[in-house]
Protein backbone atom coordinates (compact mmCIF):
# COMPACT_ATOMS: atom_id res chain seq x y z
CA UNK A 1 0.00 0.00 0.00
CA UNK A 2 1.25 3.34 -0.90
CA UNK A 3 1.80 6.60 1.09
CA UNK A 4 4.03 9.03 2.17
CA UNK A 5 5.52 10.69 5.46
CA UNK A 6 4.58 14.55 5.16
CA UNK A 7 5.33 17.50 7.16
CA UNK A 8 1.76 18.67 9.21
CA UNK A 9 -0.77 20.76 7.52
CA UNK A 10 -3.69 22.48 8.76
CA UNK A 11 -5.41 20.98 5.83
CA UNK A 12 -5.09 17.91 7.21
CA UNK A 13 -7.64 18.69 10.53
CA UNK A 14 -10.47 16.90 9.05
CA UNK A 15 -9.25 13.51 8.12
CA UNK A 16 -6.83 13.54 10.85
CA UNK A 17 -9.99 13.75 13.06
CA UNK A 18 -11.83 11.29 11.01
CA UNK A 19 -9.02 8.53 11.18
CA UNK A 20 -7.89 9.19 14.88
CA UNK A 21 -11.75 8.80 15.90
CA UNK A 22 -11.49 5.09 16.95
CA UNK A 23 -11.58 3.21 20.17
CA UNK A 24 -9.08 0.42 19.21
CA UNK A 25 -6.62 3.27 18.60
CA UNK A 26 -6.09 3.91 22.36
CA UNK A 27 -6.78 0.52 24.15
CA UNK A 28 -2.64 0.57 24.30
CA UNK A 29 -1.48 3.63 24.38
CA UNK A 30 -0.65 6.09 27.36
CA UNK A 31 -3.88 8.55 28.43
CA UNK A 32 -3.27 11.80 25.93
CA UNK A 33 -4.44 10.25 22.66
CA UNK A 34 -8.34 11.68 22.89
CA UNK A 35 -11.21 9.29 22.34
CA UNK A 36 -13.52 10.77 21.30
CA UNK A 37 -10.96 12.59 18.37
CA UNK A 38 -12.71 16.01 17.37
CA UNK A 39 -12.01 18.06 14.85
CA UNK A 40 -11.06 20.69 17.67
CA UNK A 41 -8.32 17.71 19.04
CA UNK A 42 -7.14 17.45 15.47
CA UNK A 43 -6.79 21.44 15.28
CA UNK A 44 -5.41 21.39 18.73
CA UNK A 45 -2.87 18.71 17.55
CA UNK A 46 -1.81 20.16 14.24
CA UNK A 47 -1.28 23.99 15.79
CA UNK A 48 1.23 22.60 18.46
CA UNK A 49 2.60 20.64 15.93
CA UNK A 50 3.25 23.82 14.10
CA UNK A 51 4.91 25.67 16.83
CA UNK A 52 7.19 22.89 18.21
CA UNK A 53 10.22 23.56 16.63
CA UNK A 54 12.02 20.55 18.48
CA UNK A 55 10.10 17.36 17.94
CA UNK A 56 9.93 15.27 14.70
CA UNK A 57 6.75 14.91 13.35
CA UNK A 58 4.81 13.49 10.20
CA UNK A 59 1.77 12.51 9.42
CA UNK A 60 1.27 9.18 7.69
CA UNK A 61 -0.58 10.20 4.58
CA UNK A 62 -2.00 7.81 1.42
CA UNK A 63 -4.35 8.97 -0.82
CA UNK A 64 -4.56 12.61 0.52
CA UNK A 65 -6.04 11.45 3.53
CA UNK A 66 -4.69 11.44 6.65
CA UNK A 67 -4.13 7.59 8.12
CA UNK A 68 -2.04 8.05 10.98
CA UNK A 69 0.97 10.00 12.40
CA UNK A 70 4.70 8.95 13.96
CA UNK A 71 6.53 11.66 16.46
CA UNK A 72 9.77 11.57 18.17
CA UNK A 73 10.83 13.94 20.74
CA UNK A 74 14.58 14.24 21.87
CA UNK A 75 15.15 14.31 26.27
CA UNK A 76 16.37 16.96 27.59
CA UNK A 77 20.00 17.75 29.64
CA UNK A 78 22.08 14.77 29.45
CA UNK A 79 19.40 12.58 27.57
CA UNK A 80 19.22 15.36 24.98
CA UNK A 81 20.18 13.17 21.68
CA UNK A 82 17.68 10.64 22.65
CA UNK A 83 14.11 10.19 21.47
CA UNK A 84 11.15 9.12 22.10
CA UNK A 85 9.07 7.66 19.83
CA UNK A 86 5.23 7.08 19.03
CA UNK A 87 2.99 6.33 16.69
CA UNK A 88 -0.25 5.08 15.47
CA UNK A 89 -2.39 4.51 12.56
CA UNK A 90 -6.46 3.74 11.72
CA UNK A 91 -7.26 0.30 12.27
CA UNK A 92 -8.65 0.07 8.76
CA UNK A 93 -4.92 -0.19 7.87
CA UNK A 94 -3.24 -2.26 10.18
CA UNK A 95 -1.45 -5.55 9.54
CA UNK A 96 -0.59 -4.49 6.27
CA UNK A 97 3.11 -3.68 7.18
CA UNK A 98 2.56 -0.29 6.92
CA UNK A 99 3.84 0.71 10.45
CA UNK A 100 6.91 -1.51 10.29
CA UNK A 101 7.78 0.38 7.05
CA UNK A 102 6.94 4.07 8.53
CA UNK A 103 8.67 3.60 11.76
CA UNK A 104 12.09 1.93 9.22
CA UNK A 105 11.59 5.40 7.44
CA UNK A 106 11.26 7.82 9.77
CA UNK A 107 13.98 6.78 11.99
CA UNK A 108 16.01 6.83 8.84
CA UNK A 109 15.11 10.18 8.29
CA UNK A 110 15.85 11.21 11.56
CA UNK A 111 19.42 9.92 11.99
CA UNK A 112 20.70 11.23 8.84
CA UNK A 113 19.64 14.56 9.19
CA UNK A 114 19.82 15.43 13.17
CA UNK A 115 22.43 14.45 15.62
CA UNK A 116 20.04 11.54 17.69
CA UNK A 117 21.83 8.89 18.86
CA UNK A 118 18.99 6.89 20.08
CA UNK A 119 15.18 6.45 19.29
CA UNK A 120 13.55 4.26 22.09
CA UNK A 121 9.95 3.10 23.01
CA UNK A 122 8.21 2.07 25.68
CA UNK A 123 5.31 -0.40 24.64
CA UNK A 124 2.31 -1.71 26.94
CA UNK A 125 3.76 -5.34 26.91
CA UNK A 126 0.06 -6.94 25.72
CA UNK A 127 0.82 -4.37 22.35
CA UNK A 128 1.73 -7.50 20.88
CA UNK A 129 1.94 -5.72 17.19
CA UNK A 130 3.76 -2.57 18.60
CA UNK A 131 6.39 -4.76 20.05
CA UNK A 132 6.83 -6.90 16.34
CA UNK A 133 6.44 -3.18 14.93
CA UNK A 134 10.17 -2.16 16.48
CA UNK A 135 11.82 -5.57 16.35
CA UNK A 136 11.30 -5.99 12.33
CA UNK A 137 13.01 -1.82 12.48
CA UNK A 138 15.77 -3.88 14.38
CA UNK A 139 14.97 -2.19 17.79
CA UNK A 140 16.55 -4.17 20.84
CA UNK A 141 14.29 -5.02 23.72
CA UNK A 142 16.56 -3.61 26.34
CA UNK A 143 14.73 -4.28 29.57
CA UNK A 144 11.17 -4.51 31.06
CA UNK A 145 9.54 -1.70 33.24
CA UNK A 146 7.66 -4.00 35.60
CA UNK A 147 3.69 -3.08 36.18
CA UNK A 148 4.49 -0.18 35.46
CA UNK A 149 1.27 0.61 33.45
CA UNK A 150 -2.10 0.75 35.45
CA UNK A 151 -4.70 0.52 32.39
CA UNK A 152 -8.57 -0.72 33.00
CA UNK A 153 -8.35 -1.43 36.27
CA UNK A 154 -5.47 -3.70 36.23
CA UNK A 155 -1.36 -3.26 36.21
CA UNK A 156 0.97 -4.29 32.94
CA UNK A 157 4.66 -4.56 32.18
CA UNK A 158 6.22 -2.04 29.35
CA UNK A 159 9.23 -3.09 27.53
CA UNK A 160 11.65 -0.74 26.31
CA UNK A 161 12.62 -1.09 22.93
CA UNK A 162 15.76 0.93 21.57
CA UNK A 163 18.06 1.51 18.12
CA UNK A 164 21.65 3.36 17.90
CA UNK A 165 22.69 5.85 15.26
CA UNK A 166 25.50 2.84 14.87
CA UNK A 167 22.62 0.07 13.91
CA UNK A 168 20.74 2.10 11.31
CA UNK A 169 22.45 -0.33 8.75
CA UNK A 170 21.50 -3.44 10.56
CA UNK A 171 17.90 -3.36 9.75
C1 LIG B 1 0.79 -0.91 16.63
C2 LIG B 1 0.39 -0.50 15.21
C3 LIG B 1 1.04 0.83 14.90
C4 LIG B 1 0.89 -1.56 14.22
O1 LIG B 1 0.75 -1.07 12.90
P1 LIG B 1 0.66 -2.08 11.65
O2 LIG B 1 0.82 -1.30 10.41
O3 LIG B 1 -0.55 -2.92 11.80
O4 LIG B 1 1.97 -2.99 11.90
P2 LIG B 1 2.66 -3.97 10.85
O5 LIG B 1 1.61 -4.50 9.94
O6 LIG B 1 3.82 -3.28 10.24
O7 LIG B 1 3.23 -5.12 11.81
C5 LIG B 1 2.36 -5.72 12.76
C6 LIG B 1 2.94 -7.05 13.21
O8 LIG B 1 2.28 -7.48 14.40
C7 LIG B 1 1.69 -8.73 14.18
N1 LIG B 1 0.48 -8.79 15.00
C8 LIG B 1 -0.58 -7.97 14.98
N2 LIG B 1 -1.46 -8.33 15.92
C9 LIG B 1 -0.93 -9.42 16.55
C10 LIG B 1 -1.37 -10.26 17.60
N3 LIG B 1 -2.52 -10.03 18.22
N4 LIG B 1 -0.57 -11.27 17.99
C11 LIG B 1 0.62 -11.49 17.37
N5 LIG B 1 1.10 -10.71 16.36
C12 LIG B 1 0.31 -9.71 15.96
C13 LIG B 1 1.43 -8.79 12.70
O9 LIG B 1 1.26 -10.12 12.25
C14 LIG B 1 2.74 -8.16 12.19
O10 LIG B 1 3.85 -9.01 12.36
P3 LIG B 1 4.44 -9.94 11.19
O11 LIG B 1 4.80 -9.02 10.06
O12 LIG B 1 5.60 -10.60 11.81
O13 LIG B 1 3.35 -10.89 10.79
C15 LIG B 1 -1.15 -0.38 15.09
O14 LIG B 1 -1.73 -1.58 15.53
C16 LIG B 1 -1.71 0.77 15.91
O15 LIG B 1 -1.76 1.90 15.45
N6 LIG B 1 -2.16 0.49 17.15
C17 LIG B 1 -2.77 1.51 17.99
C18 LIG B 1 -1.77 2.56 18.46
C19 LIG B 1 -0.57 1.95 19.15
O16 LIG B 1 -0.69 0.99 19.90
N7 LIG B 1 0.62 2.54 18.89
C20 LIG B 1 1.88 2.08 19.45
C21 LIG B 1 2.08 2.53 20.83
S1 LIG B 1 3.61 1.92 21.51
New binding site residues.
Given amino acids: MRFELKKWEMSFANSLAESANDV ?6 NEG ?1 PNPYTLQDAEWFIGNVLSDGKAYHRAIVSDKKVI ?1 GISAACKRGAMRFCAEL ?6 D ?11 GLFCEEMFSSSDVNRIQ ?4 VP ?7 LE ?1 CGFQKEGVLRQSVFKNGQFYDAAVYGLLASERGEI
Fill in positions: RIVSWLFGGYWLAPFWNKGLMTTAVAEVFNVASCRVK
